[in-house]
T-cell receptor, first 112, second 113 residues
Framework: DAGITQSPRHKVTETGTPVTLRCHQTENHRYMYWYRQDPGHGLRLIHYSYGVKDTDKGEVSDGYSVSRSKTEDFLLTLESATSSQTSVYFC???????????FGSGTRLTVV | AQSVTQLDSQVPVFEEAPVELRCNYSSSVSVYLFWYVQYPNQGLQLLLKYLSGSTLVKGINGFEAEFNKSQTSFHLRKPSVHISDTAEYFCAVSDLQGSRLTFGEGTQLTVNP
């Protein structure tokens, strides 16, 4: 979607290295989310943000941290990547719950 | 907390046949319900949503879903599918005050010629 971009689109990294994924929006939406998608698990929420500097944990937050220093950017950091964090990561934005989400195109992360 | 169960992980159908993708949810409070579609190597797109009012909701690409509160279900239907409908479909739920969606595990719809 034109209003939300994720970078990088693909990344291969080594176990134990830090990794940061970026989500950028141009819609000025309040809510931003990070999900991971794995076969057989659907999408699972990692962290979300309800405003600048306001974040909360999702159901699979261990090993991940986030930051939102401005409305348009939401960063996901893997402090020390592990093979279990190999996944496709999706960012989403929303004006509010009854509007649904707009998703980015995803980042495919491989930890070797 | 809410949860979602998509009853079929894979649904193969022939082109122009009708299809139903089943979704049940669990919640102790009133909910909003959503269906999303994911085409290969893409993000998810909103198909339709139920917020309130009529229990039959129409979405894009000829899909519709019916909210059944007594059966806690929100099944997705299309009367005649096309090859281009081949994709993975996700059901999702949130409570009325919540700021996040809970997704089901997805149903892979494959439309064969």
């Amino acid at each position: 979607d034109a209003g939300i971009t994720q970078s990088p689109r693909h990344k291969v990294t080594e176990t134990g290295t830090p990794v940061t994924l970026r989500c950028h929006q141009t819609e000025n939406h309040r809510y931003m989310y990070w999900y991971r998608q794995d076969p057989g698990h659907g999408l699972r929420l990692i962290h979300y943000s309800y405003g600048v500097k306001d974040t909360d944990k999702g159901e699979v937050s261990d090993g991940y941290s986030v930051s939102r220093s401005k409305t348009e950017d939401f960063l996901l950091t893997l402090e020390s990547a592990t093979s279990s964090q190999t996944s496709v990561y999706f960012c989403a934005i929303s004006e509010g719950q009854n509007y649904g989400y707009t998703f980015g195109s995803g980042t495919r992360l491989t930890v070797v | 907390a809410q949860s979602v169960t998509q009853l079929d992980s894979q649904v193969p159908v022939f082109e122009e046949a009708p299809v139903e993708l089943r979704c049940n949810y669990s919640s102790s409070v009133s909910v909003y319900l959503f269906w999303y579609v994911q085409y290969p190597n893409q993000g998810l797109q909103l198909l339709l949503k139920y917020l309130s009012g009529s229990t039959l909701v129409k979405g894009i690409n000829g899909f519709e879903a019916e909210f059944n509160k007594s059966q806690t279900s929100f099944h997705l239907r299309k009367p005649s599918v096309h090859i281009s409908d081949t994709a993975e479909y996700f059901c999702a739920v949130s409570d009325l005050q919540g700021s996040r969606l809970t997704f089901g595990e997805g149903t892979q719809l494959t439309v064969n010629p």
